[in-house]
């Protein structure tokens, strides 16, 4: 009775209408059609088959750290990356290289939640 993959990650956010913009224009993940749930939410979609899902409302501190509770998405290359994040302002910290070659970028949402663009290691 194995797990077949990881379907999706929710993040609570404050205001949905603030984050939107966020996710789908600096994150650049397309936004999803989603069901009519008596709150308020956004869905996007994270490669072909997995999705990242926002949750309104939050009223509680975000508890969130690049060594601690993060989301981490893989893409291809970082210099683009870094350079479309400083163009859009985005807090963020300079790319790490990991003991295993692989290179991260760990950059804040609106509510605080740490994300993390990982480059993996050659192989």
Known sequence: MPILKLNHVALHVADVAHS???YR???RLP???RPAFDFPGAWFRVGTDQ???LIGDRDA???S???GTHVALEVEELDDWEAHLDAHNVERLP???RPDGAQQVFLKDP???WIELCLPARR
Do not use: Q
Request: avoid cysteine; charge should be negative.
């Open 20 to 22: 939107v913009p966020f």
């Open 25 to 27: 224009d600096v994150l």
């Open 31 to 33: 936004l999803m059609e």
């Open 51 to 53: 999705e990242l899902h």
């Open 61 to 63: 501190a975000v508890h």
């Open 65 to 67: 750290h690049p060594r």
């Open 95 to 97: 790319r790490k290289v």
């Open 111 to 113: 509510d605080g939640h």
